[in-house]
């Protein structure tokens, strides 16, 4: 907010969204009829509709920027990694949605929920050697989970909604995933690059110049370099640079890791507001008005 264009930028988006707001809940016949947020099983699901967005765009966006910034893979390895987030799904989704038919959709939706956040959590543990084998399991996880939260969450979106209003109900939902992708990017962005710099920071208090181990490292690199035709003055300060680089690359795994485990917390956080809303089965009046 230092940006005088962010700030005039942010000040028009926050007074046009209160006038979108205020029309859409006094005009008798607004484009998006506002007051389906007063449905507690919409507003449950619009809830956990921006949660998962945020989770779903937000994994999508930290995981194929961590395997090309740190495990240094090219746009096809990162492909393969991916795909196993989409590929299981394909099999899952006519499962689940039989199962909605019969199961409580709160209680399929709270294992999807745990699946996700579960997923997060087998993410949190990375170091600068974790590549994409490591990387399947929670691949998969999270393709199990996902489907078993998007049927429900429709379902639930759905229920109880009169036909008239049914589109105002399915713009909101399908706007509530998609903002929440997008302030989950924003905000993981900005979390990597502040938490990067606090994690830079604590590393390099504990890396001193004086300390016989570093003094070590810093030996063995510049005679590396040394050794392949580098002079002495030169090859030190290129034995500095590679000694900040595995700081700096040591902190972004680190800043990962903390953006995993606060996509976590937030999809598990889910659980207890699915149990809010009253049990419901799904179905095909449910599919259809989902259409």
Same mark, same amino acid.
């Given at each position: 907010f230092e940006s005088?264009?962010?700030?005039?930028?942010? &000040?028009?988006?926050?007074? $046009? +969204?209160?006038?979108?707001?205020?029309?859409g809940l006094t005009r008798a016949n607004s484009f998006i009829d506002l007051h389906i947020f007063g449905r507690p099983s919409f507003l449950i699901a619009s809830v956990i509709a921006?949660?998962?967005?945020?989770?779903?765009?937000g994994s999508a966006f930290i995981l194929p920027l961590y395997l090309g910034q740190i495990a240094n893979y090219?746009?096809?390895?990162?492909?393969? &990694?991916?795909?196993?987030? $989409? +590929?299981?799904?394909?099999?899952?989704?006519?499962?689940?949605?039989?199962?909605?038919?019969?199961?409580?959709?709160?209680v399929m939706m709270s294992v999807g929920l745990a699946l996700f956040a579960g997923s997060c959590f087998m993410n949190t543990h990375m170091s600068a050697d974790t590549a994409g084998p490591e990387l399947i399991a929670a691949q998969i996880v999270r393709a199990l989970g996902q489907p078993l939260i998007m049927i429900t969450l429709t379902n639930f979106a759905v229920n109880g909604i009169p036909p008239q209003l049914l589109p105002s109900a399915s713009g909101m939902f399908?706007?509530?995933?998609?903002?929440?992708?997008?302030?989950?990017?924003?905000?993981?962005a900005t979390l990597l690059t502040n938490r990067e710099h606090l994690h830079s920071a604590r590393i390099g208090e504990a890396v001193s110049l004086y300390e016989p181990a570093t003094q070590a490292r810093l030996d063995a690199l510049a005679q590396n370099f040394?050794?392949?035709?580098?002079?002495?003055?030169?090859?030190?300060?290129?034995?500095?640079?590679?000694?900040?680089n595995v700081v700096r690359r040591d902190s972004f795994v680190m800043a990962y890791n903390d953006a995993f485990l606060?996509?976590?917390?937030?999809?598990?956080?889910?659980?207890?507001?699915?149990?809010?809303?009253?049990?419901?089965?799904?179905?095909?009046?449910?599919?259809?008005?989902?259409?």
């Open positions: 005088r264009f962010i700030i005039v930028a942010a &000040v028009l988006a926050v007074t $046009g +969204l209160y006038i979108w707001a205020w029309r921006f949660t998962t967005g945020m989770g779903l765009y090219t746009p096809m390895q990162i492909g393969l &990694v991916i795909m196993w987030m $989409g +590929l299981p799904q394909l099999f899952i989704m006519p499962f689940a949605a039989k199962l909605s038919t019969k199961l409580d959709n709160r399908n706007m509530m995933r998609n903002l929440g992708g997008s302030v989950g990017i924003a905000l993981l040394a050794a392949k035709g580098v002079d002495l003055a030169t090859a030190q300060d290129m034995a500095l640079k590679a000694l900040d606060i996509l976590g917390i937030a999809l598990l956080s889910c659980v207890a507001i699915v149990w809010f809303s009253k049990k419901l089965l799904g179905g095909a009046a449910a599919a259809e008005a989902a259409h």
